[in-house]
C-alpha cells in the first residue's frame, strides 16, 4: 500500500519548476499591481484607533463574526481541496471510472466532467457555507431563510457549473492541440470570457438573482446623480436601486458593465436608510470607479497574470495529473489542473486585493475632492460598519490576504486627511 501522503510528492524537477513559474506568477501579480496603480494617488490617511469612533462592543462583535466567517470560509476551501486530491490521488471507484469514460469523445466528455466536478465540490462544501449563513442571519446581515438561500445557492452552482464546461472543455481541447503550449490561447480565451462576462452580467446574470429598477426620471435622486456625473465629467450610463433588502441588511453600491451595460447600481437598503448626503457620498464614490475606468482596469490585470498564471496551471497541474496516473488531455486529469486553477487564482486574488484597495482609496479620495464633505464621508464608514458588520480595524494579515477595501480606520483617516489639507492643518 501507497504511504499517506506519498503521492503528494512530485519529482524533483517537477517541484523545482513548479516553483520556478510560481515565482514567476507572483512577480507579475505584482508587476500589475505597480503599472495597474489609479493615476489619481490617493490621499495618505492619517492614523486613526477604532475606539475612537467605534465603541468596544461594536468591535467585538463585528471581530469575532468576521474571524468566524473567515475561518469557515477556509473550511470549505480545504474540503473543496481535499475533495479535487480524492479525485485525482484514489484508487479507481465510480467517480474515477465515470471520468475515465468520458474520455472517449474528450471534448465533450470533459464540458460534462467539468460540471459534473463544480456539483460536486459545491455539495462538498454546503456544510461550512451553512454554517457561515446561519451565522450571518444571527448577527443581522442577512434575513434569508435557509431554503432561499439554498435555491440561490444552486442557481450559483448552475452557473459556476455552465462556466466550467466552457473552460474545461477548451482546456481540453487546447491540450490536445498544443501539448505545451495551450496556454497561449488559454490566456486569450480568459481574457476574452472576463470581457464578455462585464459586459453580459448585469443584464443577463444579475436578474437572475434581483430585481433591478432604473431610477425614474424626475426623481430627485436621479437629479442628484446626474449633477454629480456633470461635476465629474462621466458618462455613467443608468443608475438602478437593487432589491437587496430581500435578502439582508447590508447597505451598499458598486459599478458593473462595460459600454451599453454600464452602469451604477444602488442598494434599496442605502437609498431608504441613509440620510441623503450619505447617499450622495456613496455615489460620488462609485461615480470614481466610473471616471477612472476601473472595471477595464480590473480586466487589463487579468490580461497581464493570465499567462503566468496559466503556465503554473500547466507544470502544477500536469504534474498532479501524471502524480495521480492520469494522463493531461483528459477528462481523468481535470481534477488536477482545476486544483492548480484554484491554487493560481488564491494566489493572485491576493495581488488583486492589493490593487482593489489602491483602488478603493482613490475613489474615496475622488468623492471627497467631489463632494468636499468628510465629515458625511466619516460617518457613510460608520454607518456601513455598524450594517454590514465589518471589523473597523481588522488584523493587518486578513486585510492582506482578503479584504478589496481598506478598512474602515483607514478609510476615515482618508476623510481627516482631506480635511487636514483642505483647511491647512
Known sequence: MRRAGLPLRLPRSAAARVGLVAVAMIVAAEVAVIVLAPGAEPLDPVPVEASGYFDETHVERARSYRTGQAWLMLAALGIQAAALLALIFARPGIARRALGRLGSRPV???????????????????????????????????????????????????ISGALAALACALLVAFLRRWPRRWWVPAAAAVVAIAIA?????????????????????????RAEVVELADRADVDVGEVYVVDASRRGTRE?????????TKRV????????????????????????????????????????????????????????ARRGGAE????????????????????????????????????????????DDPATMIDVQKRLSGANASDPDPPAVLTFLTRTHPPTAERIGIALAYEQRRDGG
Open 197 to 221: 462576462y462585464s459586459w453580459v452580467a448585469p443584464v443577463v446574470l444579475g436578474p437572475i438573482f434581483n430585481r433591478f429598477e432604473a431610477l425614474p426620471e424626475g426623481s430627485a435622486l
Open 265 to 320: 447600481v444602488l442598494y434599496d437598503n442605502l437609498v431608504e436608510n441613509a440620510p441623503p448626503e450619505e447617499v450622495r457620498l456613496v455615489v460620488a464614490h462609485e461615480l470614481a470607479h466610473v471616471a477612472h475606468d476601473d472595471i477595464p482596469r480590473g480586466i487589463a490585470f487579468v490580461a497581464i497574470v493570465a499567462p503566468f498564471g496559466l503556465v503554473f496551471v500547466r507544470e502544477l497541474g500536469g504534474a498532479l
Open 252 to 260: 451598499s453600491a458598486y459599478v458593473a458593465g462595460l459600454g451599453s
Open 108 to 158: 465533450l466528455g470533459a464540458a460534462l466532467a467539468g460540471a459534473a466536478i463544480i456539483l460536486v465540490l459545491a455539495v462538498a462544501a454546503l456544510p461550512p457555507r451553512i454554517v457561515a449563513h446561519e451565522r450571518a442571519v444571527d448577527v443581522g446581515v442577512s434575513t434569508q431563510a435557509l431554503g432561499p438561500w439554498l435555491w440561490d445557492a444552486a442557481r450559483s452552482t448552475a
Open 328 to 371: 493531461p488531455g483528459t477528462p481523468v486529469a481535470l481534477p488536477a489542473y482545476i486544483l492548480a486553477f484554484g491554487i493560481a487564482s488564491l494566489v493572485l486574488g491576493i495581488a488583486g486585493n492589493q490593487l482593489s484597495r489602491q483602488v478603493e482609496a482613490s475613489a474615496d479620495t475622488f468623492a471627497l475632492e467631489l463632494t
